[in-house]
């Protein structure tokens, strides 16, 4: 499954998870079977050419959503975690919470 998380550098390991307006960067997160397969890197989530992704996790319940879940996402934010490490270790046991209408 694919995950995209707004952060503000191209670290998979030091990169932390920001606002969508201040996103210097949009990792997308290959996730399966219990492990990160990859992490890339996009300026804009438009260059990515996936047609599908699974999941956007976002810094807080206040941002924008609505475009993710018009786009079939599952809309999740993060309680305390901050790096691309520690906000998918929470996803792997479901310690992120969920937005939605």
Known sequence: MLIWIPVDGNDAK???VVQQYEAKQW???DFDEGEVK???FFETREASDEAWVDFVILINKYENYMDFMNEG???LCVR???TIEEIIEAFKFKELDE???
């Open 14 to 16: 030091a990169s932390k």
């Open 27 to 29: 990792a997308l997160v």
């Open 38 to 40: 990859t992490v890339r």
């Open 73 to 75: 996402m599952m809309v």
């Open 80 to 82: 305390e975690e901050e």
């Open 99 to 101: 937005i939605g209408l």
